[in-house]
């Protein structure tokens, strides 16, 4: 198992329009394709109160490929991604990071 880290930093004013699209949306359309969701966190105390961390799960590196391609080919996430940016941009950027579970990490 290989896990995907990512950090979005959200646009001025959107983190509740970006959480809104995750929880409305995006979580589910991840799972329809093969997209593990392990976890969603914003910063309680230290860090930036602008940012949303997640984590996915993936089999390997190939099935990572597969599933993100399927993901981002379907009709429905285009539609509700275009919606969601109709007032602007939610997110600033993005950081993102492959890692594998060492031999002695309880999540493997």
Not at 9 to 25: E, Y
Not at 64 to 78: K, M, N, T
Request: charged share 25%.
């Amino acid at each position: 198992m290989i896990y995907e880290l990512r950090i979005y930093t959200a646009s001025p004013g959107k983190m509740g329009a970006l959480q809104a699209r995750f929880r409305d949306h995006t979580c589910k359309l991840f799972e329809k394709h093969g997209i593990k969701n392990i976890g969603y966190w914003t910063n309680s105390i230290g860090g930036r109160s602008d940012e949303l961390w997640y984590m996915l799960g993936f089999e390997d590196l190939a099935d990572r490929q597969r599933a993100w391609r399927d993901f981002a080919s379907d009709p429905e996430w285009r539609d509700v991604y275009t919606a969601s940016e109709a007032n602007g941009s939610l997110v600033h950027h993005i950081e993102n990071r492959i890692m594998t579970a060492t031999d002695f990490s309880p999540l493997k």
